[in-house]
């Protein structure tokens, strides 16, 4: 998408642009927007005994050193879901947030294996999460579909075991995924599956390069075929896949809350975001894993602009980028960039 020429924004407004502007989100775990006073009225509702005594405690749990220590806590907090109206709830309670931070499009990752492992019905999940996605179209005027991620510390049998067990509601899901625990779990594990899901005409996503190296990101591209990037942010250490990401156009949908929670980086002024936008490739912002993070799309945008200098130019970069790769119809996309441009019109007049 080519820049159009943009009004001067004056700095003082950048904030409140980032929070107006129409946005995509391409990164987003279900089960990551579950805050703890969710977690606990579900608990409840559910009579799931919990191993921390008030949200307080849950909440002051969530300091986190790697990606590991995060997924621990990730699936505890998880097993809170049990019928279908839970996953409807919580998918309704961050699309109200989603909506409220100008997002008009997301794409949510679920895990179904999270859920299947405990002896939920993968008709419960997707039902429940779908419910509240054509809910949200309805009552909140927002586009959100479904990707199912497979757990990739798990096996890839597991894998096509829950591919078959999700055929029946292919209709309610426009990707798959792949997440969890990165280190020691390469793309090439899942070669085969995503080989299948590919056939059956499902978009490919994949985490890669959030803590593993540039080699995971060539191999999600060059083995898994996947159309986005997931994190990626190691991808700057690698000349050569730069170039291939900016020249395929591939976006990467990165996460600075995350990163920096997860320590990826050791502070938000150092995160590469402006490095991998400068060098033409299509970055976006997410918020992963809200509820766990420190923020949703908007906290994501104005603190990570805050403790990097990105500007307005950026920030339009950013959302067109979204737009441009979410899984919709180029009209649909080009509606978007209409609104996105006409709101920064709006801000370059007051
Ligand atoms: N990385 C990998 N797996 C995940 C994440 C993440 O950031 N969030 C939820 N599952
Ligand atoms: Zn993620």
Redesign the pocket.
Known sequence: MTTPALPPIPADRLPALLRAMPKAELHM?IE?SLEPELIFALAQRNGVALPYASVEELRRAYAFTN?QS??DI?YAGASVLLKEQDFHDMAWAYLERAAADNVVHTEMFF?PQTHTARGVAMQTVIDGLHRACVDAKAKLGVSAALILCFLRHLSEEEAFATLEQALPFRDKIVGIGL??S?VGHPPEKFARVFARCRELGFHLVA?AG?EGPPAYVWSALDVLKVERVD?GVQSTKDPALMKRLAQDRIPLTV?PL?NLK?CVFPDLARHNLGQLLDAGLVATVNS??PAYFGGYMNENFVQTFAATGLTAQHAWQLAANSFEGSFVDAQTKAGWMARLNESFAQFGKA
């Open positions: 775990h990551g990606l995060f997924l990730y895990d997440d969890s990165e985490h959030e994190h996460c995350s997860l992963d894993d």
